[in-house]
Nanobody, 126 residues
Framework: QMRLVESGGGLVLAGGSLKLSCAPS????????VSWFRRAPGKEREFVAA????????YYADSVEGRFTISRNNTKNTVYLQMTSLKPEDTAVYYC???????????????????WGQGTQVTVSS
């Protein structure tokens, strides 16, 4: 079963940038779509961004649209989340998740994802 590993989190000042990475560990089975989610302190995990296998389709939560960019390099089997103009409210544990197909309408439904990472902490200080 494929598992995912996130990296790149850390502490950054408001207005700064970070780039998160998500790569599979173990056996890779077929093509897969990937999304990023986050869980802020005291809140439920929420959708951030999604990308299809070829990288030609992306979808963002309104709260990050225009500030975050999701991309992927399939030769490296890695998906990225470039975060710019970070705000204190972006502080959260960020998770990547994968599923076999990309379907925009269900991107926010966490039940449709079959593999998850353990998360990486992003802290934005004001």
């Amino acid at each position: 079963q494929m598992r995912l590993v996130e990296s790149g989190g850390g502490l950054v000042l408001a207005g700064g940038s970070l780039k998160l990475s998500c790569a599979p560990s173990g056996r890779i089975v077929g093509a897969y779509a990937v999304s990023w989610f986050r869980r802020a302190p005291g809140k439920e995990r929420e959708f951030v961004a999604a990308i299809n296998y070829s990288g030609t389709m992306t979808y963002y939560a309104d709260s990050v649209e225009g500030r975050f960019t999701i991309s992927r390099n399939n030769t490296k089997n890695t998906v990225y989340l470039q975060m710019t103009s970070l705000k204190p409210e972006d502080t959260a544990v960020y998770y990547c998740a994968s599923r076999p197909t990309y379907y925009r309408k269900t991107s926010r439904d966490q039940r449709t994802y079959s593999a998850w990472g353990q998360g990486t902490q992003v802290t934005v200080s004001s």
